[in-house]
């Protein structure tokens, strides 16, 4: 039987998002492995809070696997649409005046 070999979750995160070349990272030895790459997010100030979220997240919550990862950046984006929504109302609702009776 041939076995399979899992993707490399830590080069795909690493790749996909957005403007990863500004962090400093580098890919082919930061990327070896999602451990790797936790390790190396965890203590130093990478710059980019969200990147250093989904790395912790698809390791800790995720058990580092891909449908656990999958799952994790699900969850993850439908709590950012519940905020974004939550501040789109909140945009769009009459200002109170300070002092006003509620």
């Given at each position: 039987?041939?076995?399979?070999?899992?993707?490399?979750?830590?080069?795909?995160?690493?790749?996909?998002?957005p403007?990863?070349?500004?962090?400093?990272?580098?890919p082919?030895?930061?990327?070896?492995d999602?451990?790797?790459?936790?390790?190396?997010?965890?203590?130093?100030?990478?710059?980019?809070?969200?990147?250093?979220?989904?790395?912790?997240?698809?390791?800790?919550?995720?058990?580092?696997?891909l449908?656990?990862?999958?799952?994790?950046?699900?969850?993850?984006?439908?709590?950012?649409?519940?905020?974004?929504?939550?501040?789109?109302?909140?945009?769009?609702?009459?200002?109170?005046?300070?002092?006003?009776?509620?």
């Open positions: 039987m041939i076995k399979t070999q899992s993707p490399n979750l830590a080069r795909i995160v690493y790749e996909a998002y403007n990863s070349d500004l962090l400093p990272l580098d082919d030895s930061d990327c070896r999602l451990r790797t790459l936790m390790h190396r997010v965890w203590g130093d100030g990478i710059g980019d809070g969200l990147f250093r979220f989904l790395v912790i997240e698809m390791v800790e919550s995720g058990e580092g696997t449908s656990g990862a999958i799952r994790v950046v699900r969850q993850a984006r439908d709590d950012v649409e519940a905020v974004l929504q939550a501040l789109i109302l909140a945009r769009n609702a009459p200002m109170k005046k300070e002092g006003a009776p509620t």
